[in-house]
């Protein structure tokens, strides 16, 4: 078995609540994982952020290693038990606030999709993500920083803003769901017609707005430049446990463009976590994007990604020196009033930007090396995937 191979047989084992003979990989393990083969399946684990279930599979199969290999796979399990537990703890201060408050709220992402894991620490989460209304979005704010000792890291965003709480956890309080694409998003501002009120003030989107909304949220990073196998894994077990509506999902899907993508994010997750040892070659192309992406993709692919939706290296850095007028707004509130300023903003933003000098020097140096077949590599392959 290769590195690739074994990963994701132990990311099945984990993940999988149904009996999983895993005697094959094991047999892989006692004969051939020595230090460096370790080191490559915990560097590519750790990438992904699911070094935790290897470790959690290689353990409840008996399989121990020596040196600093093996205790940096046991740092990443404790590391994401002590995370879930102090998510939760904030999470559920977070519902507590706004019940008291009676703000309707919708818990997002990773609060939701860790229920559908065999054990809710599987599924880890580097922040919180909650929604409010754009107009209970104060509220909400002061609430928490009022009452609960939470602290504003920056301005409102595009669809958020980033508070911390007293323990360090970062929470992303959004406003909305928009991923700045016209065909999802079209449907992304429904989420509150789709949801669905659960208790106290907790709203709950509907099974098939919540595998919409994960699959476009998945679409939007793959198109930027990478998602991670996390993601499918996401997707792939919801499909699994959910009560679906198909032709309901389906027509949300198709409505936004998105029903080809999905098919082939579950075939992909059939062809690692199922039965299927075939898959098609598009799919094969998928696997090798996000497995070369990491968790976030890289600065390369999100430069190849981004000469494709632009239309070449020209047009990107044109669109990177002027910010769409719908997100400075954001940023500079008083252009929905003074639309004559938009361009003295536009100035200012570059003076903000200018103090970032070395990630717009990683950035630049990432687009001027992009090759030409590069490009149509990537294009071919959101063209067959329906992006």
């Given at each position: 078995?290769?590195?690739?191979?074994?990963?994701?047989?132990?990311?099945?084992?984990?993940?999988?609540?149904?009996?999983?003979?895993?005697?094959?990989?094991?047999?892989?393990?006692?004969?051939?994982?020595?230090?460096?083969?370790?080191?490559?399946?915990?560097?590519?684990?750790?990438?992904?952020?699911?070094?935790?279930?290897?470790?959690?599979?290689?353990?409840q199969?008996?399989?121990?290693?020596?040196?600093e290999?093996?205790?940096?796979?046991l740092?990443?399990?404790?590391?994401?038990?002590?995370?879930?537990?102090?998510?939760?703890?904030?999470?559920?201060?977070?519902?507590?606030?706004?019940?008291?408050?009676?703000?309707?709220?919708?818990?997002?992402?990773?609060?939701?999709?860790?229920?559908?894991?065999?054990?809710?620490?599987?599924r880890?989460?580097?922040?919180?993500?909650?929604?409010?209304?754009?107009?209970?979005?104060?509220?909400?704010?002061?609430?928490?920083?009022?009452?609960?000792?939470?602290?504003?890291?920056?301005?409102?965003?595009?669809?958020?803003?980033?508070?911390?709480?007293?323990?360090?956890?970062?929470?992303?309080?959004h406003?909305?769901?928009?991923?700045?694409?016209?065909?999802?998003?079209?449907?992304l501002?429904?989420?509150?017609?789709?949801?669905?009120?659960?208790?106290?003030?907790?709203?709950?989107?509907?099974?098939?707005?919540?595998?919409?909304?994960?699959?476009?949220?998945?679409?939007?990073?793959?198109?930027?430049?990478?998602?991670?196998?996390?993601s499918?894994?996401d997707?792939?077990l919801?499909?699994?446990?959910?009560?679906?509506?198909?032709?309901?999902?389906?027509?949300?899907?198709?409505?936004a463009?998105?029903?080809?993508?999905?098919?082939a994010?579950?075939?992909?997750?059939?062809y690692?976590?199922?039965?299927?040892?075939?898959?098609?070659?598009?799919?094969?192309?998928?696997?090798?994007?996000?497995?070369?992406?990491?968790?976030?993709?890289?600065?390369?692919?999100?430069?190849?990604?981004?000469q494709?939706?632009?239309?070449?290296?020209?047009?990107?850095f044109?669109?990177?020196?002027?910010?769409?007028?719908?997100?400075?707004?954001?940023?500079y509130?008083?252009?929905?009033?003074?639309?004559?300023?938009?361009?003295?903003?536009q100035?200012?933003?570059?003076?903000?930007?200018?103090?970032k000098?070395?990630?717009?020097?990683?950035?630049?140096?990432?687009?001027?090396?992009v090759?030409?077949?590069?490009?149509?590599?990537?294009?071919?392959?959101?063209?067959?995937?329906?992006?």
């Amino acid at each position: 078995m290769n590195v690739r191979d074994l990963l994701m047989a132990l990311v099945r084992y984990a993940i999988k609540d149904e009996t999983f003979d895993i005697s094959a990989v094991k047999e892989s393990l006692n004969e051939s994982l020595n230090e460096n083969r370790l080191a490559t399946l915990f560097k590519v684990a750790k990438k992904h952020d699911v070094a935790h279930l290897v470790a959690f599979a290689l353990e409840q199969n008996g399989l121990y290693f020596e040196g600093e290999v093996w205790q940096g796979f046991l740092k990443e399990k404790e590391q994401a038990k002590l995370r879930y537990e102090m998510i939760q703890a904030d999470f559920d201060e977070i519902c507590k606030c706004f019940d008291k408050e009676e703000i309707a709220y919708v818990p997002l992402k990773g609060a939701v999709i860790r229920a559908y894991y065999p054990e809710p620490w599987m599924r880890t989460s580097c922040d919180i993500d909650v929604l409010v209304r754009e107009e209970e979005l104060d509220r909400a704010v002061n609430a928490l920083v009022s009452g609960y000792s939470y602290r504003v890291d920056g301005k409102k965003s595009y669809h958020d803003i980033s508070l911390y709480s007293p323990f360090g956890m970062h929470l992303e309080l959004h406003h909305n769901i928009k991923e700045t694409i016209d065909k999802y998003d079209e449907l992304l501002t429904q989420v509150w017609e789709f949801s669905y009120h659960c208790d106290g003030a907790k709203h709950l989107q509907t099974n098939e707005f919540l595998m919409f909304h994960l699959t476009a949220h998945m679409a939007y990073h793959f198109i930027g430049g990478g998602c991670g196998l996390r993601s499918v894994l996401d997707l792939w077990l919801l499909k699994q446990k959910m009560v679906l509506n198909g032709e309901r999902l389906n027509e949300l899907l198709e409505k936004a463009e998105l029903a080809t993508f999905f098919k082939a994010v579950m075939d992909l997750g059939e062809y690692w976590l199922g039965e299927t040892s075939e898959v098609s070659q598009v799919v094969l192309e998928m696997e090798k994007y996000i497995l070369l992406g990491g968790a976030y993709g890289t600065g390369k692919q999100s430069a190849i990604s981004n000469q494709v939706k632009k239309g070449g290296k020209t047009r990107y850095f044109l669109s990177r020196a002027f910010m769409p007028y719908e997100s400075l707004s954001i940023l500079y509130p008083v252009i929905k009033k003074h639309k004559i300023l938009t361009p003295f903003c536009q100035i200012l933003r570059w003076f903000g930007v200018v103090s970032k000098s070395k990630r717009i020097k990683n950035e630049i140096k990432n687009v001027t090396s992009v090759s030409q077949e590069q490009t149509e590599g990537v294009r071919s392959l959101l063209n067959s995937l329906g992006l």
